[in-house]
């Protein structure tokens, strides 16, 4: 007899056993470096809010008026009588920004890249991803139906080995900073790739653009690249922006297509106009108040220097993503709900998220932390892993 379907029980416990469970923790105000969790005030180390935008008074202010303007709800998808005036001026302020043609909105980053992904290929065509390649990106390779296979992290022998043997219609799809290691595509051979073997490249920007480059552009103008090196640019606006939703960048035609072909664009309703609104206050601040990613490399290089006196093992990372590694996943955990109980919120990253055997901390700065915030963390992570 088959066993009830409904029987979660075991595969629940194995979780726990395993030190795999994941629990939601009940947050309560406004985001930022201080939160209230589960009714404790603790200064926050694991949230994208890169920038400190997502609090800012000039983006809720945005937003307050814009709800006034045009109510809460888009009302329905971009296609029908969801798309107005508000998201239409981000999109422009962002193919703008880009040096792109067009810009197109999405709900989410995680829509984006499955609604790209599957309008651009098919089942006669290819797609290759990183190996460390965000779920979003490579759910979006395995559901387009394409010929789906990984590289190696980082390696681009591999990749140019796997181009040469299937000339295949091909599009190459990578991270910019991968978001569990903190570490950077290697974007020039990436786009050298591409260009040479007539493929396609999309690049998944959600951690860099508003951070990386001075000005803010991202992994592109990090690497000085022109846009054209990367002709299909996805970025989010949960992380930098402190808002939320998505976007992708490219030429005239690209853009047309996603939106006769992109399923996750024409079958799901419109960002809120209040969203858009306060994304574009977002935008200018981030291209005027250059300070928050100067003030963010300085506190990134202030905890690297002293992780690596007390013999923490980093990684390669100069971003506001910084692991801390430990390898098992329940003493991840363990030294994850020390840190809570000392005053600082820190996720344990363990698998599936990253590869068996390197479970983390996965700590992340804000330009909003100070330097005795960095410097306490430190302190409270002697304690605990020495």
């Not at 105000?29 to 809010?49: A, E």
């Not at 007390?310 to 390898?327: E, K, R, W």
Request: overall charge neutral; aromatic content about 8%; hydrophobic content about 45%.
């Amino acid at each position: 007899m088959s066993s009830d379907f409904y029987d979660f029980a075991d595969q629940l416990t194995r979780l726990n056993q395993q030190g795999l469970y994941r629990r939601r923790r009940v947050t309560d105000g406004p985001q930022g470096i201080l939160v209230r969790v589960d009714g404790k005030q603790v200064i926050n180390f694991c949230s994208n809010d890169y920038l400190g935008l997502a609090n800012h008074p000039e983006v809720a202010a945005g937003f307050k008026q814009a709800v006034d303007r045009y109510g809460v709800g888009s009302g329905s998808a971009h296609l029908i009588c969801g798309h107005g005036s508000a998201h239409h001026a981000l999109e422009e302020e962002l193919a703008e920004f880009t040096g792109r043609d067009r810009a197109l909105l999405f709900s989410t980053g995680y829509m984006a890249n499955l609604g790209v992904i599957s309008a651009l290929v098919g089942r006669n065509d290819r797609v290759f991803e990183d190996r460390l390649n965000h779920a979003s990106l490579l759910d979006g390779g395995l559901l387009s139906r394409a010929r789906f296979m990984r590289f190696r992290h980082l390696d681009g022998k591999e990749l140019q080995a796997h181009l040469l043997a299937h000339p295949e219609r091909t599009l190459i799809v990578s991270d910019g900073v991968f978001s569990m290691d903190g570490d950077l595509a290697d974007l020039p051979v990436l786009a050298a790739l591409a260009q040479q073997h007539q493929a396609g490249l999309l690049i998944d920007d959600a951690h860099g653009f508003g951070v990386l480059g001075r000005n803010g552009g991202g992994i592109v103008e990090h690497f000085g690249l022109a846009p054209g090196d990367v002709p299909i640019l996805m970025g989010t606006f949960g992380k930098a922006f402190g808002t939320f939703g998505a976007f992708v960048a490219g030429s005239d035609d690209l853009i047309e297509i996603l939106i006769q072909k992109a399923r996750s664009y024409v079958f799901t309703t419109a960002l809120p106009a209040a969203i858009a609104e306060a994304t574009r206050v977002s935008l200018r601040l981030m291209q005027t108040e250059t300070w928050r990613r100067d003030k963010l490399r300085f506190l990134v290089a202030r905890f690297r220097a002293g992780a690596l006196q007390q013999g923490l093992q980093l990684m390669d990372s100069f971003t506001a993503i910084q692991p801390v590694l430990v390898g098992d996943s329940q003493l991840a955990v363990s030294i994850s709900q020390s840190l809570l109980r000392q005053g600082f919120w820190v996720s344990a990253i363990r698998p599936p998220t990253v590869p068996a055997g390197t479970a983390r901390l996965r700590v992340t700065f804000s330009a909003e932390h100070e330097t005795q915030h960095v410097d306490a963390l430190l302190d409270a992570l002697c304690k605990v892993m020495t």
